[in-house]
């Protein structure tokens, strides 16, 4: 079955410090990845995408490449900043399957000290 | 522009009431998608809705769970005889629409905090 598995959390850094999440997943085919934030109390929204192998996607100085090879979508920011504390996500979209049905990574809370 | 709304943020409930949770998509959208979270879980899909219609229920509990998106008002995923189990948050989220195609982004709420004493 399709399953995604992020590092566990939390992870806390200092302002300026860079960023890696670990993400790896499981899926027949080829699927699409995400890497969705949730703002504390907020919903999830999205924050980069890719639908491809070797895809880069970006947003907000975050970046993520699609490695068909090691089935890996980490998420690395060069230098991070207190506002971007929040929980990340890593989810999929197997091809075919219905838009709403992402599956999930448990989720890592990264804290950015100042 | 409101985003898509979720009522209430929080709400208790004892074992074995009913637990009615809403969710007002972004207007322009007609498709629904229910997700629970459970204390240090990822999100797991539930249900699939447009208007009146259920698209996909596959991460729905055979039981005591049920979901509508009438044609007219919000969304509601309605639990009955709740339990503990089921305390978890509970987002909605919306597009305009539901191709299955990766461009259409999904739009999330801040989530009903269901918590069963």
């Known amino acids: 079955g399709n399953s995604v598995t992020q590092m566990e959390g939390p992870v806390t850094l200092s302002e300026e410090a860079f960023l890696t999440i670990n993400c790896t997943y499981t899926a027949t085919g080829y699927p699409s990845l995400f890497w969705y934030v949730q703002y504390p109390g907020e919903g999830l929204q999205l924050l980069l995408k890719a639908t491809k192998a070797d895809d880069k996607g970006s947003n907000k100085g975050f970046e993520a490449t699609y490695r068909k090879e090691t089935t890996s979508f980490h998420l690395e920011k060069g230098s991070v900043q207190v506002s971007d504390s929040a929980v990340y996500f890593c989810a999929l979209l197997n091809y075919g399957g219905s838009q709403g049905n992402l599956i999930f990574g448990k989720g890592t809370k990264l804290s950015v000290k100042p | ?117």
């Open chain 2, 1 to 117: 522009n409101a985003g898509v709304m979720q009522n209430p943020r929080h709400l208790v409930r004892r074992r074995g009431q009913e637990a009615r949770l809403r969710c007002s998509p972004m207007k322009g959208h007609s498709h629904v998608y229910w997700y629970r979270q459970l204390p240090e879980e990822g999100l797991k899909f539930m249900v699939y809705l447009q208007k009146e219609n259920i698209i996909d229920e596959s991460g729905m509990p055979k039981e005591r769970f049920s979901a509508e998106f009438p044609k007219e008002g919000p969304s509601i995923l309605r639990i009955q005889q709740v339990v503990r189990g089921d305390s978890a948050a509970y987002f909605c989220a919306s597009s305009r629409s539901g191709t299955g195609g990766t461009n259409e982004k999904l739009f999330f709420g801040s989530g009903t905090q269901l918590s069963v004493l």
